[in-house]
């Protein structure tokens, strides 16, 4: 049952972690490798709510206002003018998390630090007490795919963002002001991206590099799944229960590497991944 309980609970931190990247990826066919240092400033979002000794929860809120005020700057200055230029993206985004990595630094140092978990303690779960904290997280991640995909697909915002997806140059013809799908699908990127971090910081620690480990893994989830959040989600769990069960019974550094590796063999059959088409 602890088996069980860890893949979900594991795939949920996927998910939560990969989402982010996902809707910037699905829309602007940009990979954001900005993101893992979004997920690093979520995590210090929590940890200054922890240093004031506020409402742990108040971390999650606090880190979507500053990833989403991070995004709306990043998007207007930087990525806009390399919509055209992925590479060029892709590179502007890279250095902008080592920029961000460096801030982070200066301002908080080097150090290792913890932060306090919003809910503690242990619930029952078929007679084995297993973290609180983790569990709420499998709920979290069920309802955040389910919102991020009737954002996508049940309101007038997802039709616009799906026309963009399709055709560009037709929806800018219909009126679709694609710029500014553009700029609303980064900022929130990048809020789901500090709300991430602050969501799996309690579960271990903060330090500046704290995003890079995910970033790998959040891209290749993304590389794999294609552009659906339930796709998503189910790439979470079938590839999350992998790592699981080989750190379990095997090592935890290849349980390190399972996803990197899944990754790579399912591109290699199937090159757009589980994208249809």
Not at 12 to 31: D, H, S, W, Y
Not at 32 to 40: D, K, M, P, V
Not at 104 to 110: D, E, P, S
Not at 199 to 218: C, E, F, Q, R, Y
Request: net charge positive; charged share 10%; aromatic share 8%.
């Amino acid at each position: 049952m602890v088996l069980l309980l860890d893949l979900l609970t594991t795939a949920a931190m996927l998910f939560v972690v990969t989402a982010g990247l996902m809707m910037v990826f699905g829309v602007m066919k940009i990979v954001n490798f900005a993101h893992g240092a979004l997920l690093t400033l979520g995590g210090y979002a929590s940890y200054v709510v922890t240093r004031l000794q506020m409402d742990p929860w108040l971390a999650w809120p606090l880190a979507i206002v500053v990833g989403i005020a991070v995004g709306m700057l990043v998007e207007g200055l930087i990525v806009r003018p390399l919509y055209k230029r992925p590479l060029d993206a892709i590179l502007a985004t890279w250095g902008l998390g080592i920029v961000i990595g460096q801030l982070i630094v200066m301002g908080f140092g080097r150090e290792v630090q913890f932060v306090g978990a919003p809910l503690s303690g242990t619930w029952q779960v078929a007679g084995i007490d297993y973290s609180a904290y983790r569990l709420v997280l499998v709920p979290v991640a069920i309802v955040l795919c389910l919102a991020l995909t009737g954002l996508l697909n049940g309101t007038r915002f997802g039709v616009r963002t799906r026309a963009v997806i399709m055709n560009e140059d037709l929806a800018s013809s219909l009126g679709i002001h694609s710029g500014r799908v553009r700029f609303i699908t980064f900022s929130l990127g990048a809020g789901l991206g500090t709300l991430a971090g602050a969501m799996i910081t309690p579960l271990s620690s903060v330090d500046p590099n704290m995003g890079l480990p995910w970033l790998v893994s959040a891209f290749m989830l993304v590389m794999v799944s294609g552009h659906s959040m339930a796709s998503l989600l189910v790439t979470c769990v079938v590839f999350g229960a992998a790592q699981v069960l080989v750190s379990t019974y095997a090592s935890p550094v290849l349980g390190g590497l399972t996803i990197a590796v899944l990754a790579a063999v399912t591109l290699r059959i199937r090159p757009k991944g589980f994208a249809r088409g």
